[in-house]
């Protein structure tokens, strides 16, 4: 459990062709691979709006649950207990009276999904918030806890309530209304709405994706528990037990449900993509001028299509390109490290400073957290000038006071290009829970649509202009000291965090 077992996967395989490459111009040609290996949805770049703040995020939410009329789908890590999140269920409460009341067989469906150890947390937790929710609205509502394979038999027995969450979790963060989609890295907790930096991205009116993503939650609910109005949990019927059932079968199952679903939209997409390029049908290029590629990362069910194709993405990155990679963990795996230590492309890394850390100032053990992430990125920072690579590859801390930072994502820049063309965002966070651990998701965004490359680009910008540069003399300030034991424990537990 404690080693960095991190073997390549396997590897994308540089195609020959695919459909559509030609239509959308060049940078959807530089990326076209992408296209061969998950599905590929071409929508108009207008729809799509980058929100930059947790009250836009939180405000967006409430507004689009509340003209919900066929569907709410909700994924996220957990629902916190405070009063911005009672009003994000009483919006959802409301919807769902609304459709009730206007038809014998209401239309408004609601699936939530949640990790089950993180949503059992405590007395007043997820669970007690939806309860209410189950009970009144039964025909109309769903809550699935995803309940990790790998906690089970003594361990679930001996680790206790929040150390268990180490063991991996689902944490996909989808919120879905209708056919527009909100892809995040934010939880639905009272700081992801008010002083947690995290990103988001709007799609508005994309049908496609919307499907795509609701089928994908809507799998990864029947492979989970499902809450009881009496809050007991039980499987469906005929579905393997996560802990209590075999390993191996449970796994077996749910990557058969889970990529049903990916390689089914797959085939539709590569069919639907040809077929508007022989026919030449349809909008024209000129709106259809976006690409949004899911990946999901689902190691411990044999799902790795996120880290594939992040890998050939940061091993396509050449010297005349840049990458702007952010997370608010910083903690590479192995392989992410090595490819952005040995490729040619410019790097500009932005992670969380001591105090905008989740962790900082947290009780117990998990308050030396931030001081273990000082660690892996000072011995990254020496890595990068051992290397002599000081010119080619950044580090950068974000500075916000009263805030903390949970950012994660990329953009990439081609050649000669002062705006991005390419984003990777979501809930991924390049480190190794994300690959091995939880269940993971985000989405590729490539785009000629000039507007949508404007928000890249002053999104960008707006998080790293409250940072600063890493040096040598960083970690030589006071408040950078490491204690002995937690630098002697980072390298056993840091693929735990």
Known sequence: MLAEADPAPRPVSKPTGSAGAQRTGSFYTHFRWIAEHVPAFRVPGSHIHILTSPDQFYQAMKARIKTAKRRIVMASLYLGTGQLEQELVDCMKEALQRSQDSSNAPDLKVSVLLDYTRGSRGQINSRTMLLPLLQHFSSQMRVSLYHTPDLRGLLRLLVPQRFNETIGVQHIKVYLFDDSIIISGANLSDSYFTNRQDR???????????????DLVEAVGDVSLQLQPDDSVTMLEGMVHPYKGNRQDFSAVARERIMEVVNAAHMRQLLLNQSEDSEDEGVSEGEEDTWVFPLVQMKPLGIQVDEQVTQRLLTDAGTDSTVFLTSGYFNLTRAYMRLVLGAGASYRILTASPEVNGFFGAKGVAGAIPAAYIHIAR??????????????????????????????????????????????IGSPNFGYRSVHRDLEAQIAIVTENEELQCQLQEEQEMLYQRSTEVSRSTFERPDRHVKLWVKLVTPFIKNFF
């Open 200 to 214: 988001y991205v709007l799609l508005e009116n994309c049908q496609e994706v919307a499907n795509f993503f609701s």
């Open 379 to 424: 011995q990254f920072y020496n890595q990068v000038c051992q290397l002599g690579q000081q010119k080619r590859v950044h580090l950068h801390e974000y500075h916000r006071p009263q805030w903390t930072f949970h950012a994660k994502g990329l953009w990439y820049y081609l050649q000669g290009q002062d705006r991005p063309c390419l984003t990777l």
